[in-house]
Protein backbone atom coordinates (compact mmCIF):
# COMPACT_ATOMS: atom_id res chain seq x y z
CA UNK A 1 0.00 0.00 0.00
CA UNK A 2 2.16 3.07 -1.30
CA UNK A 3 2.07 5.91 1.14
CA UNK A 4 1.12 3.72 4.19
CA UNK A 5 4.17 4.25 5.96
CA UNK A 6 4.52 7.91 6.07
CA UNK A 7 2.82 10.03 8.57
CA UNK A 8 1.84 13.53 8.89
CA UNK A 9 3.15 16.78 10.09
CA UNK A 10 2.20 19.19 8.10
CA UNK A 11 -0.10 20.42 5.22
CA UNK A 12 3.04 19.92 2.68
CA UNK A 13 3.06 16.26 3.87
CA UNK A 14 -1.11 16.17 2.37
CA UNK A 15 0.41 17.36 -0.53
CA UNK A 16 3.08 14.93 -1.13
CA UNK A 17 0.69 12.35 -0.63
CA UNK A 18 -1.51 13.58 -3.09
CA UNK A 19 1.46 13.84 -6.00
CA UNK A 20 0.07 10.11 -6.65
CA UNK A 21 -2.63 9.24 -8.80
CA UNK A 22 -5.66 8.58 -6.29
CA UNK A 23 -5.50 4.81 -8.09
CA UNK A 24 -2.36 4.28 -6.75
CA UNK A 25 -2.08 5.53 -3.44
CA UNK A 26 -5.22 4.12 -2.42
CA UNK A 27 -4.89 0.09 -2.59
CA UNK A 28 -8.16 -0.83 -1.10
CA UNK A 29 -11.39 -0.55 -3.35
CA UNK A 30 -13.86 -1.63 -0.62
CA UNK A 31 -14.33 -3.13 2.91
CA UNK A 32 -13.76 -7.05 2.09
CA UNK A 33 -10.28 -5.36 0.44
CA UNK A 34 -9.23 -3.90 4.36
CA UNK A 35 -9.98 -7.30 5.65
CA UNK A 36 -8.48 -9.44 3.71
CA UNK A 37 -5.21 -7.09 2.99
CA UNK A 38 -5.22 -7.35 6.33
CA UNK A 39 -5.24 -11.02 7.19
CA UNK A 40 -2.89 -11.29 4.59
CA UNK A 41 -0.21 -8.75 5.98
CA UNK A 42 -0.93 -9.52 9.69
CA UNK A 43 -2.49 -13.14 10.04
CA UNK A 44 -1.62 -13.99 13.48
CA UNK A 45 -1.37 -10.64 15.31
CA UNK A 46 -4.34 -9.41 17.76
CA UNK A 47 -6.79 -8.19 15.64
CA UNK A 48 -9.45 -7.83 18.35
CA UNK A 49 -9.12 -8.00 22.01
CA UNK A 50 -12.50 -7.92 24.17
CA UNK A 51 -12.68 -6.97 27.81
CA UNK A 52 -15.69 -9.26 28.99
CA UNK A 53 -15.71 -7.23 32.43
CA UNK A 54 -14.12 -3.66 33.96
CA UNK A 55 -12.76 -6.64 36.32
CA UNK A 56 -8.97 -6.37 35.49
CA UNK A 57 -8.64 -10.20 36.34
CA UNK A 58 -11.30 -11.35 34.09
CA UNK A 59 -9.25 -13.33 30.81
CA UNK A 60 -9.94 -11.32 27.81
CA UNK A 61 -10.86 -13.09 24.38
CA UNK A 62 -8.82 -12.11 21.46
CA UNK A 63 -8.79 -12.45 17.91
CA UNK A 64 -6.28 -12.59 14.80
CA UNK A 65 -6.39 -10.80 12.05
CA UNK A 66 -6.79 -14.22 10.04
CA UNK A 67 -9.60 -15.41 12.11
CA UNK A 68 -11.33 -12.02 12.49
CA UNK A 69 -11.51 -12.07 8.25
CA UNK A 70 -12.93 -15.49 8.03
CA UNK A 71 -15.91 -14.72 11.11
CA UNK A 72 -16.80 -12.14 8.81
CA UNK A 73 -16.67 -14.09 6.03
CA UNK A 74 -18.72 -16.22 7.62
CA UNK A 75 -21.30 -13.94 8.62
CA UNK A 76 -21.56 -12.76 4.73
CA UNK A 77 -22.19 -16.28 3.70
CA UNK A 78 -24.83 -16.85 6.29
CA UNK A 79 -26.46 -13.53 4.93
CA UNK A 80 -25.96 -14.72 1.33
CA UNK A 81 -27.56 -18.31 2.17
CA UNK A 82 -30.45 -16.21 3.78
CA UNK A 83 -31.25 -15.10 0.46
CA UNK A 84 -30.14 -11.15 1.11
CA UNK A 85 -30.05 -9.15 -1.94
CA UNK A 86 -27.07 -6.59 -2.20
CA UNK A 87 -29.50 -3.94 -2.06
CA UNK A 88 -31.30 -5.17 1.12
CA UNK A 89 -29.80 -4.71 4.22
CA UNK A 90 -28.91 -6.30 7.58
CA UNK A 91 -30.12 -4.30 10.82
CA UNK A 92 -27.68 -4.48 14.21
CA UNK A 93 -29.11 -3.73 17.76
CA UNK A 94 -25.91 -4.58 19.36
CA UNK A 95 -22.89 -2.81 21.70
CA UNK A 96 -19.43 -2.75 20.37
CA UNK A 97 -18.72 -6.44 20.89
CA UNK A 98 -16.57 -8.86 18.43
CA UNK A 99 -20.07 -10.81 17.40
CA UNK A 100 -21.10 -6.78 16.14
CA UNK A 101 -18.27 -6.61 13.79
CA UNK A 102 -18.43 -10.28 12.46
CA UNK A 103 -22.07 -9.22 11.82
CA UNK A 104 -21.86 -5.59 10.38
CA UNK A 105 -18.92 -6.28 8.38
CA UNK A 106 -20.01 -9.19 6.82
CA UNK A 107 -23.20 -7.66 6.34
CA UNK A 108 -21.01 -4.83 4.44
CA UNK A 109 -19.36 -7.74 2.43
CA UNK A 110 -22.59 -9.53 1.54
CA UNK A 111 -25.70 -6.70 0.68
CA UNK A 112 -25.87 -3.13 2.91
CA UNK A 113 -25.20 -2.51 6.84
CA UNK A 114 -27.91 -0.52 9.19
CA UNK A 115 -26.33 -0.58 12.20
CA UNK A 116 -28.97 1.50 15.01
CA UNK A 117 -29.00 3.22 17.96
CA UNK A 118 -30.45 1.00 20.25
CA UNK A 119 -31.47 4.03 23.09
CA UNK A 120 -34.02 4.56 20.36
CA UNK A 121 -37.66 3.54 20.82
CA UNK A 122 -39.24 0.27 19.42
CA UNK A 123 -41.26 2.63 16.50
CA UNK A 124 -38.24 4.81 15.60
CA UNK A 125 -36.44 1.82 14.79
CA UNK A 126 -38.71 -0.24 12.81
CA UNK A 127 -38.95 2.73 10.87
CA UNK A 128 -35.70 2.61 10.28
CA UNK A 129 -35.89 -1.14 9.64
CA UNK A 130 -38.37 -0.35 6.71
CA UNK A 131 -37.05 2.40 5.15
CA UNK A 132 -33.26 0.71 4.70
CA UNK A 133 -35.05 -2.50 3.19
CA UNK A 134 -33.80 -4.59 6.27
CA UNK A 135 -34.42 -8.35 5.48
CA UNK A 136 -32.16 -9.82 8.72
CA UNK A 137 -31.87 -8.67 12.39
CA UNK A 138 -28.81 -9.50 14.48
CA UNK A 139 -29.39 -8.18 18.54
CA UNK A 140 -27.90 -8.72 21.81
CA UNK A 141 -29.98 -11.13 23.72
CA UNK A 142 -31.26 -10.58 26.97
CA UNK A 143 -28.66 -9.52 28.94
CA UNK A 144 -29.11 -7.84 32.80
CA UNK A 145 -26.47 -5.42 32.11
CA UNK A 146 -27.50 -3.72 28.92
CA UNK A 147 -31.26 -4.58 27.85
CA UNK A 148 -31.60 -4.37 24.06
CA UNK A 149 -33.69 -7.49 23.81
CA UNK A 150 -37.08 -6.32 25.14
CA UNK A 151 -37.84 -4.04 22.21
CA UNK A 152 -37.14 -6.33 19.63
CA UNK A 153 -40.74 -7.91 19.75
CA UNK A 154 -42.25 -4.58 19.63
CA UNK A 155 -40.09 -3.37 16.17
CA UNK A 156 -40.58 -6.89 14.87
CA UNK A 157 -44.25 -6.25 15.01
CA UNK A 158 -44.09 -2.56 12.98
CA UNK A 159 -41.57 -4.34 10.78
CA UNK A 160 -42.93 -6.76 8.76
CA UNK A 161 -40.08 -6.48 6.47
CA UNK A 162 -37.75 -8.57 8.72
CA UNK A 163 -37.60 -12.25 7.91
CA UNK A 164 -35.01 -13.67 10.12
CA UNK A 165 -33.91 -12.72 13.77
CA UNK A 166 -30.43 -13.43 15.34
CA UNK A 167 -29.68 -12.85 18.89
CA UNK A 168 -26.05 -12.61 20.33
CA UNK A 169 -24.98 -14.31 24.13
CA UNK A 170 -27.95 -15.50 25.88
CA UNK A 171 -31.28 -17.25 24.07
CA UNK A 172 -34.17 -15.25 24.82
CA UNK A 173 -37.11 -17.50 26.38
CA UNK A 174 -39.60 -16.58 23.47
CA UNK A 175 -37.39 -15.56 20.16
CA UNK A 176 -40.28 -15.98 17.73
CA UNK A 177 -42.60 -13.92 16.00
CA UNK A 178 -45.24 -15.38 13.16
CA UNK A 179 -43.19 -18.75 13.14
CA UNK A 180 -40.27 -17.25 12.58
CA UNK A 181 -38.02 -18.11 15.96
CA UNK A 182 -34.56 -15.78 16.62
CA UNK A 183 -31.66 -18.16 16.30
CA UNK A 184 -28.37 -18.35 17.89
CA UNK A 185 -26.05 -15.62 15.57
CA UNK A 186 -22.92 -17.51 16.88
CA UNK A 187 -23.87 -21.45 15.80
CA UNK A 188 -25.62 -19.81 12.40
CA UNK A 189 -21.97 -18.69 11.44
CA UNK A 190 -19.89 -21.52 12.74
CA UNK A 191 -21.60 -23.72 9.82
CA UNK A 192 -20.79 -21.23 7.18
CA UNK A 193 -18.00 -21.25 4.92
CA UNK A 194 -14.69 -19.33 6.24
CA UNK A 195 -14.14 -17.66 2.13
CA UNK A 196 -16.42 -14.76 0.44
CA UNK A 197 -15.64 -13.52 -2.77
CA UNK A 198 -18.29 -10.44 -4.30
CA UNK A 199 -16.87 -7.79 -7.00
CA UNK A 200 -17.31 -4.89 -5.06
CA UNK A 201 -16.51 -1.41 -6.71
CA UNK A 202 -15.36 2.27 -4.83
CA UNK A 203 -19.29 3.00 -5.79
CA UNK A 204 -20.92 -0.01 -4.21
CA UNK A 205 -23.46 1.18 -1.60
CA UNK A 206 -22.16 -0.23 1.59
CA UNK A 207 -24.33 1.21 4.60
CA UNK A 208 -26.99 2.98 5.80
CA UNK A 209 -25.76 5.28 9.53
CA UNK A 210 -29.10 7.18 10.55
CA UNK A 211 -28.74 10.67 11.70
CA UNK A 212 -30.19 13.87 12.08
CA UNK A 213 -30.70 12.97 15.96
CA UNK A 214 -32.93 10.39 18.68
CA UNK A 215 -35.80 12.03 17.85
CA UNK A 216 -37.97 13.09 14.97
CA UNK A 217 -38.18 11.60 11.23
CA UNK A 218 -35.62 8.86 10.86
CA UNK A 219 -32.84 9.85 8.25
CA UNK A 220 -30.68 7.46 6.80
CA UNK A 221 -27.27 8.18 5.14
CA UNK A 222 -25.46 5.94 2.55
CA UNK A 223 -22.33 5.13 2.48
CA UNK A 224 -20.46 3.88 -0.23
CA UNK A 225 -17.07 1.22 0.04
CA UNK A 226 -15.20 4.47 -1.61
CA UNK A 227 -16.21 6.42 0.99
CA UNK A 228 -15.54 4.06 3.94
CA UNK A 229 -12.31 3.24 2.51
CA UNK A 230 -11.45 6.47 1.98
CA UNK A 231 -11.83 7.79 5.78
CA UNK A 232 -10.14 4.58 6.79
CA UNK A 233 -7.30 4.88 4.65
CA UNK A 234 -6.70 8.73 5.63
CA UNK A 235 -7.02 8.29 9.29
CA UNK A 236 -3.90 6.35 9.90
CA UNK A 237 -1.41 8.91 8.65
CA UNK A 238 -2.89 11.44 11.07
CA UNK A 239 -2.56 9.05 14.00
CA UNK A 240 0.54 7.52 12.22
CA UNK A 241 -0.54 4.38 13.17
CA UNK A 242 1.56 1.23 13.39
CA UNK A 243 1.01 -2.60 14.02
CA UNK A 244 2.35 -2.59 17.13
CA UNK A 245 -0.12 -0.28 18.16
CA UNK A 246 -2.91 -1.08 21.03
CA UNK A 247 -5.94 1.37 20.82
CA UNK A 248 -8.88 1.45 23.24
CA UNK A 249 -12.40 1.97 20.81
CA UNK A 250 -14.98 1.98 23.34
CA UNK A 251 -17.25 3.99 21.27
CA UNK A 252 -20.81 2.16 19.95
CA UNK A 253 -20.81 0.65 16.10
CA UNK A 254 -24.10 2.91 15.08
CA UNK A 255 -21.71 5.69 15.04
CA UNK A 256 -19.12 6.54 12.81
CA UNK A 257 -16.31 6.78 15.35
CA UNK A 258 -16.36 3.57 16.56
CA UNK A 259 -16.91 1.81 12.92
CA UNK A 260 -14.60 3.77 10.79
CA UNK A 261 -12.83 6.86 12.79
CA UNK A 262 -11.12 4.30 15.63
CA UNK A 263 -12.64 1.11 13.89
CA UNK A 264 -11.21 0.21 10.17
CA UNK A 265 -8.63 2.90 10.07
CA UNK A 266 -7.21 0.68 12.81
CA UNK A 267 -7.81 -2.79 11.41
CA UNK A 268 -6.12 -1.42 8.04
CA UNK A 269 -2.61 -0.70 9.93
CA UNK A 270 -2.62 -4.01 11.56
CA UNK A 271 -3.57 -2.41 15.49
CA UNK A 272 -4.63 -4.46 18.43
CA UNK A 273 -8.30 -2.60 18.76
CA UNK A 274 -9.11 -2.97 22.72
CA UNK A 275 -13.45 -3.05 22.95
CA UNK A 276 -14.02 -2.43 26.59
CA UNK A 277 -16.86 -4.54 27.39
CA UNK A 278 -20.88 -4.64 25.98
CA UNK A 279 -21.17 -0.91 28.10
CA UNK A 280 -18.04 0.55 26.58
CA UNK A 281 -16.33 3.38 27.95
CA UNK A 282 -20.69 3.90 29.82
CA UNK A 283 -18.45 0.77 32.77
CA UNK A 284 -17.93 2.12 35.50
CA UNK A 285 -15.86 -0.44 36.84
CA UNK A 286 -13.69 0.04 33.39
CA UNK A 287 -13.45 3.19 33.97
CA UNK A 288 -12.79 2.83 37.89
CA UNK A 289 -9.88 0.70 36.48
CA UNK A 290 -8.72 2.40 32.90
CA UNK A 291 -5.15 3.34 33.81
CA UNK A 292 -4.41 -0.02 35.07
CA UNK A 293 -5.91 -1.43 32.05
CA UNK A 294 -3.58 1.12 29.70
CA UNK A 295 -0.42 -0.74 31.97
CA UNK A 296 -1.64 -4.00 31.51
CA UNK A 297 -2.19 -3.99 27.72
CA UNK A 298 0.47 -1.15 27.09
CA UNK A 299 -2.28 1.20 25.16
CA UNK A 300 -0.55 3.34 22.77
CA UNK A 301 -3.58 5.27 21.50
CA UNK A 302 -6.43 6.64 23.59
CA UNK A 303 -9.75 7.97 22.49
CA UNK A 304 -12.43 9.47 24.02
CA UNK A 305 -14.86 12.09 23.87
CA UNK A 306 -14.45 15.32 26.47
CA UNK A 307 -16.62 14.31 28.79
CA UNK A 308 -15.38 10.61 29.15
CA UNK A 309 -11.77 12.71 29.51
CA UNK A 310 -12.76 14.81 32.35
CA UNK A 311 -14.29 11.36 33.96
CA UNK A 312 -9.93 10.18 33.26
CA UNK A 313 -8.78 13.15 34.56
CA UNK A 314 -10.40 12.71 37.55
CA UNK A 315 -9.84 8.55 37.84
CA UNK A 316 -6.53 8.30 40.26
CA UNK A 317 -4.09 6.84 38.26
CA UNK A 318 -2.60 5.10 41.72
CA UNK A 319 1.06 4.66 40.01
CA UNK A 320 -0.19 2.94 36.94
CA UNK A 321 2.45 2.76 34.15
CA UNK A 322 1.25 4.83 30.98
CA UNK A 323 4.50 5.37 29.25
CA UNK A 324 3.27 3.14 26.17
CA UNK A 325 0.23 5.88 25.70
CA UNK A 326 1.65 8.22 22.59
CA UNK A 327 -1.42 10.46 22.21
CA UNK A 328 -5.22 11.15 22.93
CA UNK A 329 -7.52 11.57 20.42
CA UNK A 330 -11.47 13.15 20.98
CA UNK A 331 -14.00 14.34 19.00
CA UNK A 332 -17.67 14.48 18.51
CA UNK A 333 -18.07 17.57 20.81
CA UNK A 334 -16.66 21.15 20.92
CA UNK A 335 -13.10 20.46 22.90
CA UNK A 336 -12.71 22.59 26.09
CA UNK A 337 -9.41 24.56 25.63
CA UNK A 338 -8.56 24.34 28.85
CA UNK A 339 -9.78 20.24 29.52
CA UNK A 340 -7.30 19.31 26.69
CA UNK A 341 -4.21 21.77 28.09
CA UNK A 342 -5.10 19.96 32.04
CA UNK A 343 -5.22 16.73 30.30
CA UNK A 344 -1.93 17.20 28.57
CA UNK A 345 -0.25 18.21 32.35
CA UNK A 346 -1.78 15.68 34.03
CA UNK A 347 -1.23 12.82 31.83
CA UNK A 348 1.87 14.22 29.57
CA UNK A 349 0.38 13.02 26.83
CA UNK A 350 -0.71 15.43 23.61
CA UNK A 351 -4.54 15.60 22.93
CA UNK A 352 -5.83 15.92 19.38
CA UNK A 353 -8.90 16.63 18.13
CA UNK A 354 -11.13 15.73 15.38
CA UNK A 355 -14.15 16.90 12.95
CA UNK A 356 -16.25 14.47 11.07
CA UNK A 357 -20.12 14.02 9.75
CA UNK A 358 -22.09 10.74 9.33
CA UNK A 359 -22.23 11.86 6.26
CA UNK A 360 -18.74 11.65 4.96
CA UNK A 361 -17.74 8.34 6.27
CA UNK A 362 -16.87 10.02 9.95
CA UNK A 363 -14.37 12.23 8.84
CA UNK A 364 -13.77 16.14 7.65
CA UNK A 365 -10.18 16.93 9.07
CA UNK A 366 -7.97 15.79 11.93
CA UNK A 367 -4.98 17.21 14.31
CA UNK A 368 -1.72 15.03 13.44
CA UNK A 369 -0.43 13.70 16.35
CA UNK A 370 3.23 14.85 14.93
CA UNK A 371 2.11 18.83 14.50
CA UNK A 372 1.32 21.01 17.92
CA UNK A 373 -1.72 21.56 18.91
CA UNK A 374 -3.73 24.41 17.99
CA UNK A 375 -6.39 25.43 20.49
CA UNK A 376 -9.61 25.32 18.98
CA UNK A 377 -8.56 23.79 15.44
CA UNK A 378 -9.70 20.57 14.60
CA UNK A 379 -6.80 19.63 11.90
CA UNK A 380 -5.87 19.69 8.27
CA UNK A 381 -8.51 17.98 5.83
CA UNK A 382 -8.06 14.72 4.17
CA UNK A 383 -6.02 13.96 1.51
CA UNK A 384 -7.61 14.25 -1.63
CA UNK A 385 -10.56 16.14 -0.22
CA UNK A 386 -11.65 19.99 -0.02
CA UNK A 387 -12.76 21.80 3.10
CA UNK A 388 -13.27 25.51 2.81
CA UNK A 389 -15.53 28.12 4.50
CA UNK A 390 -18.24 30.13 2.03
CA UNK A 391 -20.56 32.66 2.41
CA UNK A 392 -24.54 30.85 1.78
CA UNK A 393 -26.91 32.61 -0.40
CA UNK A 394 -30.51 32.96 0.95
CA UNK A 395 -31.28 29.27 -0.88
CA UNK A 396 -29.13 27.94 2.08
CA UNK A 397 -27.46 26.09 -1.19
CA UNK A 398 -25.57 28.22 -3.04
CA UNK A 399 -22.33 29.46 -2.89
CA UNK A 400 -21.67 33.42 -2.66
CA UNK A 401 -18.13 33.46 -2.41
CA UNK A 402 -15.45 31.22 -0.54
CA UNK A 403 -14.60 33.15 2.63
CA UNK A 404 -10.68 34.91 3.39
CA UNK A 405 -8.30 32.80 5.77
CA UNK A 406 -10.27 33.75 9.73
CA UNK A 407 -13.24 35.31 8.06
CA UNK A 408 -15.97 32.64 9.57
CA UNK A 409 -18.75 31.10 7.58
CA UNK A 410 -20.33 27.58 6.96
CA UNK A 411 -17.81 25.18 6.07
CA UNK A 412 -18.32 22.56 3.01
CA UNK A 413 -16.48 20.09 1.94
CA UNK A 414 -15.52 18.16 -0.95
CA UNK A 415 -14.07 14.33 -1.81
CA UNK A 416 -14.10 10.55 -1.83
CA UNK A 417 -15.33 10.27 1.50
CA UNK A 418 -18.86 12.72 0.77
CA UNK A 419 -21.29 10.09 0.63
CA UNK A 420 -24.05 9.73 -2.29
CA UNK A 421 -26.86 11.36 0.05
CA UNK A 422 -29.81 10.21 1.72
CA UNK A 423 -31.96 7.08 1.18
CA UNK A 424 -34.98 9.98 0.76
CA UNK A 425 -33.33 12.46 -1.94
CA UNK A 426 -35.75 14.96 -1.55
CA UNK A 427 -33.82 15.60 2.27
CA UNK A 428 -30.63 16.60 0.03
CA UNK A 429 -31.94 19.98 -0.06
CA UNK A 430 -29.31 22.12 1.50
CA UNK A 431 -26.96 19.17 2.19
CA UNK A 432 -25.55 17.42 -0.46
CA UNK A 433 -25.12 19.41 -3.45
CA UNK A 434 -25.19 17.82 -6.97
CA UNK A 435 -21.80 19.72 -7.78
CA UNK A 436 -20.91 17.06 -4.75
CA UNK A 437 -20.11 19.79 -2.26
CA UNK A 438 -21.25 18.54 1.30
CA UNK A 439 -22.61 21.17 3.18
CA UNK A 440 -21.81 20.84 7.11
CA UNK A 441 -23.84 23.60 8.76
CA UNK A 442 -21.25 24.25 10.99
CA UNK A 443 -19.42 27.68 11.06
CA UNK A 444 -16.38 28.48 11.21
CA UNK A 445 -13.29 29.35 9.01
CA UNK A 446 -9.65 28.19 7.91
CA UNK A 447 -6.56 29.52 9.03
CA UNK A 448 -3.72 31.04 6.93
CA UNK A 449 -2.26 27.25 7.04
CA UNK A 450 -5.05 25.20 6.28
CA UNK A 451 -6.18 24.58 9.76
CA UNK A 452 -9.66 24.01 10.10
CA UNK A 453 -11.28 25.42 13.07
CA UNK A 454 -15.07 24.73 14.40
CA UNK A 455 -16.99 28.26 15.88
CA UNK A 456 -20.41 27.35 16.10
CA UNK A 457 -23.26 25.57 14.22
CA UNK A 458 -25.56 26.87 11.40
CA UNK A 459 -27.93 24.55 12.30
CA UNK A 460 -29.92 24.18 15.93
CA UNK A 461 -28.72 21.02 16.43
CA UNK A 462 -28.43 20.62 20.58
CA UNK A 463 -25.64 17.79 21.17
CA UNK A 464 -25.94 16.38 24.51
CA UNK A 465 -23.17 13.41 25.25
CA UNK A 466 -23.01 12.57 21.40
CA UNK A 467 -26.95 12.30 21.30
CA UNK A 468 -28.19 14.84 18.47
CA UNK A 469 -31.27 16.35 19.19
CA UNK A 470 -33.97 17.97 16.97
CA UNK A 471 -35.27 21.10 19.00
CA UNK A 472 -37.84 21.29 16.67
CA UNK A 473 -39.32 17.94 17.75
CA UNK A 474 -39.07 19.98 21.53
CA UNK A 475 -40.81 22.52 20.36
CA UNK A 476 -43.82 20.91 18.64
CA UNK A 477 -44.39 18.87 21.96
CA UNK A 478 -44.60 22.22 24.20
CA UNK A 479 -46.83 23.91 21.91
CA UNK A 480 -49.47 21.66 22.07
CA UNK A 481 -49.25 22.85 26.11
CA UNK A 482 -53.18 24.73 26.48
CA UNK A 483 -50.93 27.57 27.81
CA UNK A 484 -48.10 27.81 25.87
CA UNK A 485 -48.48 30.45 22.81
CA UNK A 486 -44.95 29.46 21.39
CA UNK A 487 -41.43 27.54 22.50
CA UNK A 488 -38.00 27.49 21.08
CA UNK A 489 -35.34 24.52 22.55
CA UNK A 490 -32.26 25.36 22.70
CA UNK A 491 -28.64 23.93 23.81
CA UNK A 492 -27.46 24.88 27.39
CA UNK A 493 -23.69 24.37 27.88
CA UNK A 494 -23.65 21.36 30.51
CA UNK A 495 -20.17 20.48 32.18
CA UNK A 496 -20.57 16.85 31.28
CA UNK A 497 -22.65 16.27 28.87
CA UNK A 498 -21.43 19.14 26.16
CA UNK A 499 -25.33 20.92 25.81
CA UNK A 500 -28.41 20.20 27.62
CA UNK A 501 -31.70 20.55 26.33
CA UNK A 502 -33.17 24.11 27.74
CA UNK A 503 -36.88 25.08 26.82
CA UNK A 504 -37.79 29.35 26.33
CA UNK A 505 -41.40 29.70 26.77
CA UNK A 506 -44.32 32.67 25.60
CA UNK A 507 -47.84 31.95 27.40
CA UNK A 508 -50.59 33.11 25.83
CA UNK A 509 -52.48 35.89 27.01
CA UNK A 510 -53.75 35.14 31.03
CA UNK A 511 -52.62 31.64 30.38
CA UNK A 512 -50.71 30.35 34.33
CA UNK A 513 -48.68 27.35 34.23
CA UNK A 514 -45.15 26.44 35.90
CA UNK A 515 -41.94 25.06 35.12
CA UNK A 516 -42.96 21.61 37.04
CA UNK A 517 -46.31 21.50 34.98
CA UNK A 518 -44.39 21.88 31.58
CA UNK A 519 -41.71 19.08 32.26
CA UNK A 520 -44.59 16.98 33.31
CA UNK A 521 -46.14 17.40 29.74
CA UNK A 522 -43.05 16.71 28.54
CA UNK A 523 -41.75 13.83 30.13
CA UNK A 524 -45.66 12.11 29.20
CA UNK A 525 -44.62 12.90 25.07
CA UNK A 526 -40.78 13.25 24.52
CA UNK A 527 -40.03 9.23 24.76
CA UNK A 528 -36.33 10.06 24.45
CA UNK A 529 -34.62 10.65 27.89
CA UNK A 530 -31.89 12.98 26.25
CA UNK A 531 -34.28 15.23 24.62
CA UNK A 532 -35.79 16.18 27.70
CA UNK A 533 -35.43 19.71 28.72
CA UNK A 534 -33.58 20.38 32.55
CA UNK A 535 -35.10 23.42 32.73
CA UNK A 536 -37.85 25.86 31.20
CA UNK A 537 -37.45 29.27 31.17
CA UNK A 538 -40.80 31.76 30.79
CA UNK A 539 -40.37 34.91 28.81
CA UNK A 540 -42.92 37.63 27.45
CA UNK A 541 -41.68 37.40 23.37
CA UNK A 542 -39.08 35.26 22.13
CA UNK A 543 -36.40 36.99 20.00
CA UNK A 544 -36.75 37.11 16.43
CA UNK A 545 -35.05 38.71 13.34
CA UNK A 546 -36.54 40.90 11.16
CA UNK A 547 -38.44 38.46 8.99
CA UNK A 548 -39.94 37.35 11.91
CA UNK A 549 -38.01 34.22 12.63
CA UNK A 550 -36.80 33.40 15.95
CA UNK A 551 -33.09 34.52 16.44
CA UNK A 552 -31.73 31.28 18.50
CA UNK A 553 -28.58 32.79 18.63
CA UNK A 554 -29.80 35.37 21.58
CA UNK A 555 -31.42 32.54 23.38
CA UNK A 556 -28.42 30.92 23.50
CA UNK A 557 -26.61 33.51 24.95
CA UNK A 558 -28.86 33.93 27.60
CA UNK A 559 -28.96 30.43 28.44
CA UNK A 560 -25.01 30.51 28.18
CA UNK A 561 -24.97 33.28 30.64
CA UNK A 562 -27.43 31.61 33.06
CA UNK A 563 -25.52 28.95 33.62
CA UNK A 564 -22.09 30.45 33.67
CA UNK A 565 -23.11 32.98 35.70
CA UNK A 566 -24.76 30.08 37.92
CA UNK A 567 -21.53 28.22 38.09
CA UNK A 568 -19.66 31.11 38.96
CA UNK A 569 -22.01 32.24 42.39
CA UNK A 570 -20.12 30.73 44.63
CA UNK A 571 -17.29 33.08 43.84
CA UNK A 572 -19.36 35.98 44.89
CA UNK A 573 -18.13 35.85 48.81
CA UNK A 574 -16.12 37.96 50.60
CA UNK A 575 -16.29 41.41 48.71
CA UNK A 576 -15.97 39.58 44.86
CA UNK A 577 -18.39 40.96 42.50
CA UNK A 578 -19.23 38.81 39.62
CA UNK A 579 -21.36 39.29 36.51
CA UNK A 580 -21.25 37.19 33.41
CA UNK A 581 -22.33 38.98 30.09
CA UNK A 582 -23.12 36.83 27.53
CA UNK A 583 -21.64 38.13 23.67
CA UNK A 584 -22.88 36.89 20.64
CA UNK A 585 -21.38 37.65 17.41
CA UNK A 586 -21.93 36.23 14.18
CA UNK A 587 -23.62 32.85 15.54
CA UNK A 588 -20.77 32.31 18.01
CA UNK A 589 -21.60 32.66 22.01
CA UNK A 590 -18.69 33.46 24.42
CA UNK A 591 -18.85 35.34 27.87
CA UNK A 592 -17.52 38.62 29.50
CA UNK A 593 -17.02 37.81 33.07
CA UNK A 594 -16.58 41.45 34.89
CA UNK A 595 -15.09 40.88 38.07
CA UNK A 596 -14.20 43.41 41.61
CA UNK A 597 -12.63 42.55 44.72
CA UNK A 598 -10.30 39.85 45.82
CA UNK A 599 -7.21 38.88 44.62
CA UNK A 600 -6.71 39.04 40.49
CA UNK A 601 -4.38 35.27 40.69
CA UNK A 602 -7.12 33.66 42.91
CA UNK A 603 -9.85 34.21 41.09
CA UNK A 604 -8.83 33.76 37.80
CA UNK A 605 -7.61 30.45 39.14
CA UNK A 606 -10.71 29.56 40.51
CA UNK A 607 -12.26 30.73 37.27
CA UNK A 608 -10.32 28.50 35.07
CA UNK A 609 -11.26 25.67 37.74
CA UNK A 610 -14.80 26.16 37.75
CA UNK A 611 -15.23 26.26 33.99
CA UNK A 612 -12.92 23.93 32.65
CA UNK A 613 -15.20 21.07 31.65
CA UNK A 614 -17.40 24.12 29.38
CA UNK A 615 -16.69 24.81 25.62
CA UNK A 616 -17.18 28.32 25.98
CA UNK A 617 -14.77 30.85 25.20
CA UNK A 618 -14.47 33.62 27.37
CA UNK A 619 -12.95 37.18 28.52
CA UNK A 620 -12.32 38.33 32.19
CA UNK A 621 -12.44 42.27 32.91
CA UNK A 622 -11.47 43.27 36.25
CA UNK A 623 -12.32 46.33 38.11
Given at each position: MQGSNGAIHSLADIAAIEAQPYERAVEPKSILDIFRLSAERHGNRTAITYLPSGDLEAPPLHWSYRDLFADIC?????????????????????????????????????????????????????????RARVKVLVALGPNPELD????????????????????????????????????????????????????????????????????????????????????????????????????????????????FVFGTSSYLRGVNLVLPTRLGMRNTGFIRNYWRFVEKYRVSVVTAVPTVMASLLNTPRDGADISSVRVVYTGGTPLPT???????????????????????????????????????????????????????????????????????????????????????????????????????????????EGRVFITGRAKDLIIRGGHNIDPAMIEEIAAEHPAVQIAAAVGEPDAYAGELPLLFAALKPGAKTSEREILDFLATRIHER?????????????????????YKPALRRIATERRIGETLAPLAVGGVKLRVEGVEEGGTISVRIHVSGGERAKIEAEIAKLLRDYAVERELVFG
Open positions: RAANLFRTLGVAEDEAVALLMPNIPDAHFALWGAELAARACPINYLLQPGHIAELLEIWSKVPAVLAKAPGVKHVFYVGDAPRNGGRDGTKAQDFANAIAEMPDRFERAIGRATIAAYFHTGGTTGAPKLAQHTHGNQVHTSWSAGFFYDLKPDDVLVNGFPLFHVAGTELAAEFERATGKPVRNIFGMTESAGLVSIAPVHAPRAPNAVGWRLPYTEVKAVQLGADGESFVRDCKPGETGVLVLKGPHVGPGYTDAKRNKGMYRADGWLISGDLGHLDGPALPKRVVFVDALPVTAVGKI
